[in-house]
């Protein structure tokens, strides 16, 4: 035995044990902001301070012409926008649009991703043939769809005349009629693969035996789907409508190179209308407005689907 351990009274404890100790703790305290930080970062940088700016710009009356001698002028950029009935009616056609996108590729998504789910010859090469409608850059989803809707040598005009569905002169993007719609199919034919895939990540984690454990007590296929995987993949299903709706709130490239947001205003979009705000009438504090009005209606969309979450948390638990 040393002097050392002579000398240590018993039950003691060396002074650098606790040191250790209380180091160790207040590292792990401070690890995960330490990770979070540079996101953090990032996000204040590149995101909060031109949104701030933004809202000031919004108070202004600015020209892209003198960008930096703008007006302070309060609420009259808000009260021009509203007052202009081509913003409510544009305003009524982004909300359409977004809501059209949402449940049509979510809902799109999850009955490809229930088909893919099963077993059958060929499910893998198909499951890469659904995503390549995501893979593809949206520039070129809006030239292909473009061609395909061309009046004289278009596709899908001359499947429509072949059923007895044509559209008269076949000009369906410059028709206010079918415009929207083309651009609500283009628009979701490149969607619903994200939505898929996901979906179909879910509905492999829905534990089998609780499947197999309805059909024996009888339950039929809705009743199955309803009781046991809808509870599973709901929360994804929720995630998947806010992300939807963010995306198709910033759809710009796709509308602006099939239709420009023509014909007179059918396909007009709040981000069309910001860009010619912006751009064409190169009235900044207008535009900036605009933008704003788009951001109010994503924490809208945000805040709203977390209460509603939270809702169905609590009826679950009772």
Not at 268 to 280: K, P
Not at 295 to 315: C, F, H, N, Q, T
Request: charged share 15%; proline share 5%.
């Amino acid at each position: 035995m040393t002097v050392v351990e002579q000398t240590r009274t018993p039950g003691t404890v060396p002074r650098s044990g606790p040191r250790r100790r209380r180091s160790g703790a207040l590292g792990s305290r401070w690890t995960p902001y330490l990770f979070l930080a540079p996101a953090a970062l990032f996000i204040l940088v590149f995101q909060g301070v031109p949104l701030v700016q933004e809202v000031y710009l919004s108070f202004t009356r600015t020209t892209l012409l003198n960008p930096t001698g703008g007006q302070w002028v309060g609420l009259d950029n808000y009260e021009t926008i509203f007052g202009d009935p081509d913003f409510r009616r544009t305003l009524l056609t982004t909300l359409g649009y977004v809501i059209a996108c949402v449940v049509c590729s979510v809902g799109f998504g999850l009955g490809v991703a229930l088909l893919l789910n099963k077993g059958f010859r060929g499910r893998g090469v198909a499951r890469a043939l659904v995503t390549i409608p995501w893979a593809a850059p949206g520039i070129a989803v809006a030239l292909i769809a473009t061609w395909m809707l061309n009046a004289q040598y278009g596709i899908v005009n001359r499947v429509l005349d072949a059923v007895g569905l044509g559209v008269p002169g076949g000009a369906i993007l410059d028709s206010p009629r079918y415009a929207l719609p083309a651009v609500l199919a283009t628009t979701i034919w490149q969607l619903f693969p994200f939505t898929s895939v996901v979906l179909l990540s879910a509905l492999q984690a829905v534990p089998q035996e609780l499947n197999e454990a309805a059909i024996m007590d009888g339950a039929g296929r809705w009743a199955t789907f309803r009781a046991v995987t809808w509870q599973v993949v709901k929360p994804t299903v929720g995630l998947l409508a806010v992300l939807m709706t963010i995306w198709s709130l910033r759809r710009f490239e796709l509308i602006w190179l099939m239709t420009k947001g023509g014909p007179v205003g059918a396909t007009r979009t709040l981000v069309i209308d910001l860009y010619s705000q912006a751009f064409d009438s190169k009235k900044l504090g207008a535009a900036a407005a605009i933008g704003m009005v788009g951001v109010v209606i994503s924490l809208i969309v945000i805040i709203g689907s977390r209460l509603v979450a939270r809702a169905v948390e609590k009826e679950d638990v009772r």
